[in-house]
């Protein structure tokens, strides 16, 4: 295997590396959660650059990079659901938004076909894990116990519930979006893929 794919099944591998310790109840556990996500994410960056630079594009890295994605945005996504930090009705659709571009995209690859993409899209994907981020950044600056306690309470502030709400509901939207924007602009593409499933 080679390395951009050794480093999409590692991202894989520390995702539910990311969910026990984020989810855990000790704070240094939560705050060794984000280093890992980091390096999750930063694979994702490595990989596709040694994609690009030394022509290491296989099929099974056009399935398994943008799948590896998913399923680390997706696990953010369910770790703060379990939190009671977001709502589930809206990580639902986010995930099978997500997962069902990615399938269709994958398959489309299989077949060879070009599934195209949208300038929206990239930026719900910014959107999305500009977000990740921010909650990621607050929920864990707020374990850290040494943080006077004036800055602490500041810092709540940035994850109150209602402000949080909000933002994730524009997130919600521009993915729902994107999605039927996507079908929409495939749609001709994704019949043949339909009757290609038929055949």
Do not use: C
Not at 53 to 71: C, E, H, Q, S, V
Not at 184 to 193: A, F, H, M, P, V
């Amino acid at each position: 295997m080679i390395l951009p794919n050794q480093l999409t099944v590692l991202r894989i591998i520390l995702t539910p590396v990311f969910m026990v310790l984020f989810l855990s109840d000790d704070p240094f556990y939560i705050q060794i959660s984000m280093g890992v996500y980091i390096v999750a994410a930063i694979t994702d960056w490595y990989d596709g650059w040694l994609a690009r630079k030394f022509n290491y594009i296989t099929t099974w890295g056009k399935f398994l990079d943008p799948l590896a994605d998913k399923i680390l945005t997706s696990a953010a996504f369910i770790a703060f659901v379990v939190l009671g930090a977001l709502e589930l009705w809206m990580v639902i659709i986010i995930v099978i938004r997500d997962f069902l571009i990615t399938g269709i995209r994958a398959y489309a690859e299989y077949h060879h076909l070009n599934f195209s993409t949208s300038r929206s899209a990239k930026w719900k994907t910014f959107y999305q894990m500009t977000f990740i981020y921010y909650l990621l950044v607050f929920y864990t600056l707020k374990t850290i116990s040494y943080i006077p306690k004036d800055i602490q309470e500041i810092l709540i502030l940035f994850i109150d519930k209602s402000i949080v709400y909000w933002l994730m509901l524009g997130v919600t939207i521009l993915t729902f979006i994107t999605g039927i924007q996507y079908i929409i602009k495939n749609r001709k593409l994704i019949k043949d893929l339909f009757n290609f499933a038929t055949k």
